[in-house]
């Protein structure tokens, strides 16, 4: 009775076949053949108790039998009875040590639990078996796939496919692999072969994923629609994936729906929330978003990011956006977002008053709320430096030891404004060593050679390049935020990651004055590394360095001749307030300010050298109050630049005078000795002298 089962099994009469096998065992049919069998078609059809107690009644007639082991662990593992399968795998095994379905299985079971080490234990017991079989190179695939060996995990992968070009594992194996490497194209290949051939819908939406990958939005919309179509998938968060593909295809029409109805069923859902709005983006419909929104908050004034929704509609600063403001703090009394909603508008605004109250009430729910106890202390730092100073040494003793650094600049700032140099530059000097007590000691200028070589003819030679630089508290962040916005060739990325190259290197210079280094090394090593930093084959750029020493003219001189220099630059003395106040750009360890001073000024001789002696192509963009001449400003930046002419940049992008210019006669007493060790080398670079 056993074959006519397995006949209609082949055929994929799987309901035909249980029937079969319910007839075989109500006539009294129960050799192991037919038992197989039947658990088999119980199995087929989902009845999964009935399968797994047909085949124990089978083991139970012949124990010893591996394939029944195997067969039951199949079962157990439909239930996720998955301690139960290992047991009928170990049995299998123990039965039949070449039962090469088990290795397969335990090997798969421990991929699925990310225990890649006894998967490949398992495989390799697999391939003694059958090491050329498909699922044994399948097996190995994945394993080199999970451990980001993709190249020859697709090598792999396409052999086994080659010897099971229909077997469904394999297909998936190798799908799941071209995704990891990125061949979008080919995953969408394989994935349509599975769907194909098992009729997985669930399938569709990792299509839609890969199809996205590809920037088809449209594609990857029609794939969900597929699933959408039946209800049981058709959840908001598919609602809402779809219609943001839809957006993005320009198929309003289509968006409109989707992202309406994940709304309605889940007006929490922050992706739906934010649908909604991307919808009135597209399609302009500002009333009707108006009310979607306004009659959700009714129902549910305790969501945050629905009445931020709700703000996003409304210009800022104006009446509606007030009015908004005001109901979010009704419905919710003393509660911090509204509360910080209502700051910024007050802020942002001019509301000075209104401002500091909101941060006091903020501060009184939240003592440590930083943007609330900054406002409270620039208010009084505006009006009454010494109270600023005692609210900040109030926040002290709860602060975190991150936050304490900011806090003590903050009464060093505020000592400053209430005419205490003394004790301002007290609390700069103490909190600066501490914070730069880790990072090396500033670079040792090195001495300037006999003889500089040539400068090379820059006729011919490739595009320009600029190199940018300002020392400790010349507020050369002020010029390269400028820069940045302006011009794509603009590069500060040796402030977020250091850049493998040897103007990133504070030992270079020395080696480079050494002999240990020649020019061609310097240059080639800059060259060799700008395409990875994202420069354009004509090399232009505008290059930010943490640090100079005149020793890189040894190799821009005969190398780079075409390259220009950019100094920021101000009133040393000026520029060692600014550097105890408030660090610099490269971290550099700071002991006292008698210290920093002696390497500043010899740090900045060189500079002085190379305007005096016209030693390298410079331009220098005085760094004291640039706001106070925009027009001179643009003009210094396209004469580094060697361009025609450079826009005017808008005030608000250089930011605040930290340090004002000439602050450093208020300390004249205070740092005497720093001063006078810096005073020759500022009447150099053109400053007063007292």
Do not use: C
């Not at 750009?585 to 740090?603: C, G, I, K, N, Y």
Request: glycine share 6%; hydrophobic share 50%.
């Amino acid at each position: 009775m056993s074959q006519p089962i397995y006949q209609a099994l082949r055929r994929g009469a799987n309901t035909e076949a249980a029937t079969l096998a319910r007839q075989a065992m109500a006539a009294g049919q129960t050799d192991i053949q037919t038992l197989s069998a039947a658990a088999l078609a119980f199995r087929a059809v989902g009845e999964r108790e009935a399968a797994l107690k047909t085949v124990d009644a089978a083991i139970a007639q012949m124990p010893d039998d591996a394939e029944l082991h195997f067969l039951r662990a199949g079962m157990l593992l439909d239930t996720q009875d998955v301690s139960g399968a290992q047991a009928a795998l170990a049995q299998t095994v123990a039965l039949d040590p070449n039962q090469f379905g088990a290795y397969v299985v335990q090997a798969q079971m421990a991929i699925g639990r990310k225990d890649l080490d006894e998967a490949e234990r398992q495989t390799k017991l697999a391939a003694r078996v059958a090491p050329e079989h498909p699922w044994t190179l399948m097996l190995e695939g994945v394993l080199a796939s999970r451990r980001n060996d993709h190249d020859r995990a697709l090598k792999l992968l396409s052999a086994a496919s080659k010897g099971a070009p229909d077997d469904l594992q394999v297909i998936s194996a190798l799908a799941f692999a071209y995704l990891a490497k990125g061949h979008f194209a080919f995953a969408e290949q394989s994935f349509r072969r599975l769907i194909e051939k098992t009729g997985q819908v669930q399938l569709h939406g990792l299509l839609a994923q890969i199809l996205l990958q590809q920037g088809r939005p449209a594609d990857a919309a029609d794939e969900l629609a597929v699933l959408l179509a039946d209800p049981a998938h058709a959840t908001p968060s598919l609602q809402a994936f779809a219609g943001e593909l839809e957006l993005q295809a320009k198929r309003f029409d289509r968006a409109k729906p989707l992202l309406q109805a994940a709304f309605a069923a889940h007006p929490d859902s922050r992706r739906a929330t934010n649908g909604v709005l991307l919808l009135w983006e597209a399609t302009g419909n500002t009333d009707e978003t108006r009310t979607t929104l306004d009659d959700a908050l009714a129902q549910h004034p305790q969501w945050d990011h629905l009445w931020i929704a709700r703000l996003a509609m409304e210009a800022f600063g104006d009446e509606a956006a007030a009015a908004v403001v005001a109901r979010w703090n009704a419905a919710r009394p003393d509660h911090l977002p509204a509360l910080q909603a209502q700051l910024a508008l007050e802020s942002g605004t001019g509301a000075h008053d209104a401002s500091e109250a909101t941060a006091r009430r903020i501060a009184t729910i939240e003592p440590g709320h930083g943007q609330a106890n900054e406002l409270i202390y620039r208010r009084l730092l505006d009006r009454e430096p010494a109270a600023a100073i005692t609210f900040v040494e109030g926040l002290l003793p709860a602060a975190s030891a991150q936050a304490r650094p900011l806090l003590q600049r903050w009464i060093g700032m505020a000592q400053d404004a209430a005419d205490r140099p003394a004790e301002a530059i007290a609390t700069w000097s103490a909190v600066t060593a501490e914070a730069t007590a880790q990072a090396g000691p500033p670079p040792v200028p090195t001495a300037a050679p006999a003889q500089w070589p040539e400068l090379a003819s820059a006729e011919g030679a490739r595009a320009p390049a600029v190199f940018l630089y300002g020392a400790p508290g010349a507020q050369v962040d002020r010029i390269a935020n400028v820069l940045q916005r302006a011009l794509p060739e603009f590069r500060s990325d040796r402030f977020s990651s250091a850049v493998q190259d040897p103007f990133q290197d504070t030992n270079v210079p020395a080696r480079l004055a050494e002999g240990v280094f020649t020019a061609e090394q310097v240059a080639d090593g800059w060259r060799g590394q700008l395409p990875a930093r994202g420069i354009g084959a004509d090399g232009a750029v505008i290059d930010w360095i943490p640090f100079w020493d005149n020793a890189w003219l040894l190799a821009l001189r005969p190398q780079l001749p075409q390259a220009r220099l950019l100094f920021a630059l101000r009133d040393p003395r000026d520029m060692l307030l600014e550097w105890l106040a408030f660090g610099a750009p490269m971290a550099m360890r700071v002991t006292d300010a008698d210290d920093a001073a002696r390497w500043l000024a010899t740090h900045l001789a060189q500079i002085a050298d190379i305007i005096e002696q016209d030693l390298f192509p410079h331009t220098v963009v005085r760094t004291d109050a640039p706001g106070e001449d925009l027009e001179r400003l643009a003009a210094r930046f396209a004469e580094a630049l060697g361009v025609p002419a450079f826009p005017t940049p808008p005030r608000e992008l250089l930011g605040p005078d930290r340090i004002p210019a000439g602050r450093w006669l208020a300390y004249r007493e205070a740092l005497a000795a720093p001063f006078a060790t810096l005073t020759p080398v500022a009447v150099r670079l053109g400053y007063r002298q007292d």
